[in-house]
Structures are given as C-alpha cells and as structure tokens.
C-alpha cells in the first residue's frame, strides 16, 4: 500500500518521456497534445527546428534559408556557420542524429571531501541547453494558451450559435402553439355531435296498473255462492 501511495509524488520527479528524476530541471511543457513535464534534454530532443544543435541558440524569429542548414534525418535546423566548421552541408546529421546516445543536458558530479556529499556541477555547455530548453518551453506554453483561447473563443461563438437556433425554434413552436389555440377557439372547441347522440333519453315510468275486472255471481240468499248445475243432474 505504501507504494500506491508514493507512487504519485514518484512521477512528479520523473521525466514525462525518458524517466529522468534530475527533478530541479524538469520543465512543463505540452508535449504531443499532453502537458507534462520534461527534462532538459528531452525538450531540446523533442522540439528540434526551434534551436540549433550545435550552439544551442534558441530562434526567436526563424532563420534565413541562405542561413540555415536542416538535418538530413530530421527537421532541425542548425547555422549554416556552425554546420560549416564541423560538417559538410550536403550530408549534415546533427548531433542527436549522429550519436545515438548523445545527450544536450551532462551533469558533472563531484564529491565534497569534507561533508562527503555530492555535487552537481553545471559547466557552460549544460548552462546554454537548460536555458535553450527553458526558452523552447516558454514558447511552447504560450503557443499553447494561444491555441486554448482560439478554442475558448470559438465554442463560445458556437453556443451563441446554437442558443440562437434554440431560441428561434421555441418561437416557432410557440406560434404554432396559439395559431391551434386560436383555430379551437373560432370552432367552439369542441366538436359537435349528432341530435340524436346529444339527446337525453327520457326515463318514463310503467304508468298506472290496469286491474282487471271482477266477474260477480249471483248469490244465493245465504250469501253463498251458487254452483253451476251439473248438465247431467237437469236431464
């Protein structure tokens, strides 16, 4: 766990590209759509055409083309009066080129005898790399805040744009909104029907009972009734 923890403060101190943990030299740079911080070393390597590797000026302004010589393997530009007292021009390879493991950034380390501590010692060669590289640096930020305002102001443009667009289109909907509402209003609203779906039924009672008629009898005297006769008895 101790190592996840250290971990973040460990890449603080490293190079973005080579690993380097010479942390005093770091510079922050945007490197390849990224920023990141990166030795001296790694700047110069990685920016060529910005500086002359031979002298280590860094070119505010770009050179001459009668000034000028370019790497036959990559884009840097060197002085064509360095390049002459060291090189031929139609063959020119700077020194990355040249050497595989060359290096713009030496540190010479030395030990105190006294304190037996070490150290770092930068001679002038070193000096002109981490100036050239602090200057590359540099340009390279500002370029970069250059780009993000050019970006920042072109999405603002673009959410005026659509702002805009959102804004006509909530008009729109809104006429078409009260153009239905006024054209309900002119009809009534409400759809008619026909009479006889729009009429009441009339709810009628069954009327008053009939009671049919009693069929009286004669009586006898005795306030009995008197029985039919059997045809038969009367024969």
């Given at each position: 766990m101790a190592m996840k923890r250290d971990q973040p403060d460990l890449e603080k101190r490293l190079c973005g590209v080579c690993g380097s943990t010479e942390r005093w030299f770091l510079h922050y740079v945007r490197h390849r759509g990224h920023f990141r911080k990166?030795?001296?070393?790694?700047?110069?390597?990685?920016?060529?055409?910005?500086?002359?590797?031979?002298?280590?000026?860094?070119?505010?302004?770009p050179l001459?083309?009668?000034?000028?010589?370019m790497c036959v393997r990559c884009p840097?530009?060197?002085?064509?009066?360095?390049?002459?007292?060291?090189?031929?021009?139609?063959?020119?390879?700077?020194?990355?080129?040249?050497?595989p493991t060359f290096s713009f950034f030496n540190l010479t380390r030395q030990n105190?005898?006294?304190?037996?501590?070490?150290a770092v010692v930068i001679d002038k060669d070193a000096a002109k790399a981490l100036v050239a590289a602090a200057r590359i640096a540099a340009a390279l930020m500002t370029k970069?805040?250059?780009?993000?305002?050019?970006?920042?102001?072109?999405?603002?443009?673009e959410a005026v744009v659509a702002k805009k667009k959102a804004r006509e289109a909530l008009e729109?909907?809104?006429?078409?909104?009260?153009?239905?509402?006024?054209?309900?209003?002119?009809?009534?609203?409400?759809?008619?029907?026909?009479?006889?779906l729009n009429a009441k039924p009339k709810l009628e009672g069954p009327g008053p009972i009939q009671v049919a008629p009693k069929i009286s009898e004669p009586g006898g005297s005795n306030g009995l009734k008197n029985s039919h006769a059997d045809p038969m008895e009367e024969d």
């Open positions: 990166l030795c001296t070393n790694c700047v110069l390597k990685n920016n060529p055409g910005l500086f002359c590797p031979i002298c280590l000026d860094f070119f505010e302004h001459p083309a009668r000034d000028q010589v840097s530009i060197s002085h064509s009066a360095c390049v002459a007292a060291n090189s031929s021009f139609r063959s020119f390879q700077c020194p990355p080129c040249s050497q105190d005898g006294q304190d037996a501590k070490t970069a805040a250059v780009a993000a305002r050019v970006d920042a102001e072109r999405r603002v443009k729109r909907f809104t006429s078409l909104v009260n153009k239905e509402k006024e054209k309900d209003s002119k009809s009534g609203g409400v759809v008619s029907a026909p009479e006889s």
